[in-house]
């Protein structure tokens, strides 16, 4: 609301003595809030009307850069003489000075792998950052359709084009830098996109990208008895029962960890079952 990167909180409520209130908490850090805009605070140079028991959200409907607020549910007679109201509070800070939040910048190095076996597809790009919002707290939105179709997939509402969040309160989003979906249509190719979200509720550009499911596969590899492959930044070999059965004659199947090192040498951890030789390959 404020700022400064910090998430705040706007609600509604019974006061200590039973009285419907509406508070605006402003984050101070160190999970420590100061009550504002109480209808009981004459010092305050402005305050809320009495609205509880309903939505109470900060959004940016208007897209300035300051989160307003929003409150609906019950209000006191002095409100409304039917007890209930919606009421819409425009913030003004540019009016004093104040900076507008900043939307955070474009993800980049957009990536996509598709998993024949599963029908999975899993996205990847690097971290975005922002004016204020700390990276580890940006949050994410990705949008998905098959190309010449005006259908899509989004995991939060948004323009695609000028990246404004059309919902007040965003549920959705993503937290971190990957995101795995099955997909019906292998055939076909996809153009998608991913967004980064900040504290104050605001939308970056969207990176577009397009991937097609038959060039974006998984690659495996075919050694004599071992069958290699790479899937969600991990590289897997399987090794055949008659390579190395374990002592009740079953297969074994091992996992390797990614390591960008080894793979520029093209050196890899020891098989069992296969000769020095059969490890190095290019």
């Not at 209130?21 to 140079?45: H, I, M, Q, V």
């Not at 249509?185 to 504290?199: L, P, R, S």
């Not at 550009?205 to 899937?231: C, H, K, N, Q, W």
């Amino acid at each position: 609301m404020n700022h400064d990167g910090l998430p705040d909180i706007l609600t509604g409520g019974h006061g200590e003595s039973h009285e419907i209130t509406t508070w605006l908490y402003l984050n101070r850090g160190d999970f420590c809030f100061k009550p504002c805009g109480g209808w009981y605070d004459t010092a305050s140079p402005w305050t809320f009307d009495r609205v509880t028991h309903g939505n109470n959200h900060l959004i940016d409907f208007d897209n300035d850069g300051y989160l307003d607020a929003w409150n609906m549910g019950w209000a006191h007679s002095d409100v409304c003489s039917r007890e209930c109201a919606t009421e819409l509070y425009r913030n003004t800070s540019s009016d004093e000075g104040a900076v507008p939040n900043e939307a955070p910048t474009a993800p980049q190095n957009l990536k996509a792998v598709y998993d024949q076996a599963t029908k999975m597809v899993t996205f990847s790009w690097d971290a975005a950052s922002d004016d204020v919002t700390p990276q580890e707290a940006l949050q994410y939105n990705l949008y998905l359709k098959k190309s010449g179709s005006d259908k899509f997939f989004m995991t939060v509402p948004a323009d695609v084009q000028t990246g404004f969040i059309k919902t007040g309160e965003i549920s959705g989003q993503i937290s971190t830098t990957v995101y795995s979906m099955y997909i019906d249509d292998e055939e076909a190719t996809y153009e998608w996109g991913v967004q980064a979200i900040d504290n104050g509720k605001r939308g970056g550009a969207f990176t577009l990208s397009r991937f097609d499911p038959s060039v974006s596969s998984v690659e495996e590899y075919m050694l004599p008895g071992v069958r290699i492959y790479g899937a969600n930044g991990k590289l897997h070999y399987h090794v055949n029962e008659s390579t190395t059965p374990d002592r009740h004659g079953r297969n074994r199947h091992h996992h390797l960890p990614h390591d960008s090192r080894r793979q520029r040498n093209n050196r890899y951890p020891p098989m069992r079952g296969l000769s020095h030789k059969s490890r190095h390959w290019t």
